[in-house]
């Protein structure tokens, strides 16, 4: 058994005791949103022909990537602030011959893990209400998780260093709902007004939403901006990979004193 | 104790935190098997000291060696051979006693039967086995500290370090945790601790250093330390609400040495009884008279003209 592995191991005890709680907020909201503004939203949207595919269809996928990122944000913020904070969990970890980066690695790795069934589970409802157009589907979740620890490894850098509890709820509003509003969940980009489309770019869930889109409706169907796959892969992979560093350098000074 | 293997060796070493120096050129040595004390006020600079030791705190300057191994580059295998009990609890709350050692164990490679054979022993060991299947967070602080010091013994570490085991206990819990302390002891175990506790120090350490200020002041065994710099006894003398210091004059010669603190004055001498009765042959009549062993608390007052532990 690898330290990462360990530590994944220890968050895993935790989440046996708590995992009724989140079922509610990581998988029932997400089918809240596709059964209603689905079906209902979508009636409208269809029969207005705007666009090239069921509204369904578009956003199931939107909200499977989104998924990812709604975990990511709560698995990192709180639980890694109160870790150096409250229960101090993080010293005591520090006091084994755990690395850093062992730490690090293996709380992500839990959080993977989680999105990677809340997605899982989210594709099988999206499969009666014709949501799901290709095989492809099954990478799904797995973007979903690549687009989770997009935002999750930078959060993990912030809430190692945020002071109070009103930050993250800051990050939460200013943050997370945007991002939901403007990444394509809900609607294409290309509705947005022209200043805010390269925002979009910018954010990591725009491109998971497309990675999503693309998989489960498969490559040659009517979506997206025609970006490379690879390009979004490496664009969330320098996400991840830089906010894990980023991380990883602020654990280590918030444990080295 | 000289010749034996240092297992923990430090030469001038110095922590700063920006401007501040909290520990400030100290050389320590413990041997194999010994009960090693930090003595010291809060502020001290003890609990960086063993943060360096515990190898979670760079040294800013001079040597640390642990178990024959450099800190900074062997910080992993160091840990893995040592248990750490720190200051703060920083169990999980939610999780069980049980589960809180099991995993904690599993950061060590160690297997999940083996992990849970030895949390069984442990949770026995400092007798918290009832207790075994119950969340952490309702358990009383005792309770916590001793569920924490278990999960410092989760890997059967060569070096234990305490800092400060019992602050914040009660009178029974401090006791049972002496106790189980002293077992791991005699089963041979190296304890490092730190505590403000004269009384702790006096029970549980081979050897110590009295720290101040960031620098060690004195170093020896409770009782070496005792003989060097107090008397065999102490009188304590009380005189109602008056000021003292009207008094020391009039106690002048008696004793080897006077101190006066806020609400007593401290008459050091071979024999308490010579000396309380050479008060009274002054004409002086004190509201309380009290003749103790001198302890480690008077060595502090002695060496730094401060107490250990603030009055009030």
Known sequence: M????????????????????????????????????????????????????PYQQFIGSGLLAFTGVQIAMMESSYSVMGGFKWQRIYYGMAAAPLRVGDMVAGQLGYIGLRIAIAAG??????????????????????????????????????????????????????????????????????????????????????????????????????????WPVPAHLGYLGLWAAGGFLLAVARFRNRLAV | MAGGEALIRARGLVKRFGEFTAVDGIDVDVQRGEAFGFLGPNGAGKSSTMR??????????????????DPHRDGPAIRARMGVCPQEDNLDLDLTARENLTTYARYFGISRATARRRAAELLEFVQLAERAGSRVEPLSG???????????????????????????????????????????????????????????????????????????????????????????????????????????????????????????????????????????????????VLVRRASLEDVFLHLTGRQLVEAG
């Open chain 1, 2 to 53: 690898t330290r990462p592995g360990a530590v994944l191991e220890y968050h895993l005890a935790g989440y046996r005791r708590v995992w009724r709680g989140t079922v509610f907020s990581s998988f029932l909201m997400p089918v809240l949103f596709f059964l209603g503004m689905g079906l209902a939203v979508g009636e409208y949207v269809d029969r207005g022909g705007g666009l090239d595919l």
């Open chain 1, 121 to 226: 589970a989210f594709l099988v409802v999206m499969v009666p209400f014709g949501a799901v157009g290709s095989g492809w589907a099954v990478l799904a979740p797995l973007v979903a998780v690549l687009v989770g620890l997009a935002v999750a490894a930078p959060m993990f850098a912030f809430a190692a260093t945020v002071q109070s509890v009103n930050m993250l709820a800051v990050l939460f509003r200013f943050a997370l709902l945007p991002m939901m509003l403007f990444s394509g969940v809900f609607f294409p980009v290309s509705q947005l007004p022209a200043g805010l489309e390269p925002v979009a770019y910018a954010l990591p869930l725009w491109h998971g939403v497309e990675l999503c889109r693309t998989a489960v409706l498969g490559p040659d169907a009517p979506i997206g901006s025609g």
């Open chain 2, 52 to 69: 360096m030791i515990g190898c979670v705190s760079p040294p800013t300057g001079g040597e640390l060696t642990i178990l024959g191994m």
């Open chain 2, 142 to 288: 005792g309770m916590k500290r001793r569920l924490t010091i278990a999960r410092s013994l989760v890997n059967e570490p060569e070096i234990v370090l305490l800092d400060e085991p019992t602050t914040g206990l009660d009178p029974q819990a401090r006791h049972l945790v002496w106790e189980r302390l002293f077992r791991l002891k005699q089963q041979g175990t190296t304890l490092v601790l730190t505590t403000h506790y004269m009384d702790e120090a006096e029970q549980l350490c081979d050897r110590l250093v009295v720290m101040d200020g960031g620098r060690i002041v004195a170093e020896g065994s409770p009782r070496t330390l005792i003989e060097r710099y107090a008397t065999r006894e102490v009188v304590e003398l009380r005189f109602g609400g008056a000021g003292l210091e009207p008094f020391a004059g009039k106690l002048a010669g008696i004793g080897e040495r006077i101190e006066v603190l806020p609400d007593r004055i401290l008459l050091y001498a071979g024999s308490g009884d010579a000396a309380a009765a050479a008060v009274y042959a002054r004409g002086l009549s004190p509201s309380g």
